[in-house]
């Protein structure tokens, strides 16, 4: 499919336009003075699918970038988005990780729930340990309190019924009764870590719909939006079209007369 980065691409959303340049510089600014993702960046995220993302990160030479084996725990209504915070789990030491042990107010576990800042994703690494829980619906509860815009892990979640009833997203490897400790021992919050066999650095961006999670990494957050949202686009147009009875060839991908009537029709 076409790239549109040699032109200016308006997207809509709250009432405003923005159009792709001012996005692409507004995030590399942002990026170089260590600052979030742009907000209108995420907002435009929404409207993409994980597949259309797994596509132009291909685009990009990048094809690990969807997890596996991790999915919601819930009906998906809207898709998650917003950038990683990160913990990371080793194998548990039975002297150390203990029930008593996560009483500490500097357990890297009870921490990571405790200081998420609103709007960022709590990532856990659980090596795709998915029998025991990397968290319970009481934790969760707290990351709907704080504002967070989701969990994800490789690892399993307890408590799953009450859990996918908090408010937030939750994308996990299954349900799994035994607490954390019984497996794991948490070491590190904001280190790069693995997830669902994907590398996480703390800011990428993730979104999560029915088909999984994939993994932005953020420097490459402003370069894809535009051209996601336009995939989109033009891919709504195309299955109007094989719905009416076109070929798929010439069709999908579109040739240049798809294209044309594409741009007709916006």
């Known amino acids: 499919m076409p790239r549109t980065s040699s032109r200016v691409y308006s ?9 792709s340049l001012t996005l692409r510089n507004t995030v590399h600014s942002s990026r170089k003075l260590g600052m979030p993702v742009a907000q209108e960046i995420l907002e435009c995220l929404r409207r993409v699918s994980t597949a259309t993302l797994t596509s132009q990160l291909l685009k990009r030479g990048m094809r690990n970038r969807s997890m596996r084996g991790v999915q919601p725990i819930h009906a ?14 080793i194998p548990a030491r039975e002297d150390l990780d203990t029930m008593e042990s996560l009483a500490s107010i500097e357990h890297p ?26 968290a319970g619906d009481i ?32 994308y996990c490897g299954g349900a799994a009764a035994p607490p954390n400790v019984a497996c794991h021992h948490a070491v590190a ?24 999670v994939v993994v932005v990494p953020a420097h490459l957050a402003a370069e894809i939006t535009p051209d996601a949202v336009e995939q989109e686009e033009i891919e709504e147009f195309v299955l109007r079209e094989i719905c009416a009875g076109r070929p798929l060839f010439g069709t999908y991908p579109p040739n240049a007369e798809t294209l044309a009537r594409y741009r007709k029709c916006r």
């Open 139 to 170: 934790l969760i509860a707290r990351l709907a309190a704080r504002g967070a815009a989701g969990l994800v892990t490789d690892g399993g979640i307890r408590d799953v019924v009450s859990a996918g009833a908090q408010g937030i997203p939750v």
């Open 189 to 212: 919050i904001d280190d790069p870590i693995g997830c669902g066999g994907v590398a996480v650095f703390p800011g990428d961006v993730l979104v999560g719909d029915r088909d999984g």
């Open 11 to 19: 997207i809509s959303f709250a009432n405003r336009r923005v159009d």
């Open 109 to 134: 576990q009870r921490k990571a729930f405790e200081t998420i800042a609103a709007g960022r994703i709590l990532v856990i690494d659980c090596r795709g340990e998915t029998g025991v829980g990397a």
């Open 76 to 89: 998906v209504s809207e898709r998650m988005v917003g950038e990683a915070m990160t913990l990371r789990n």
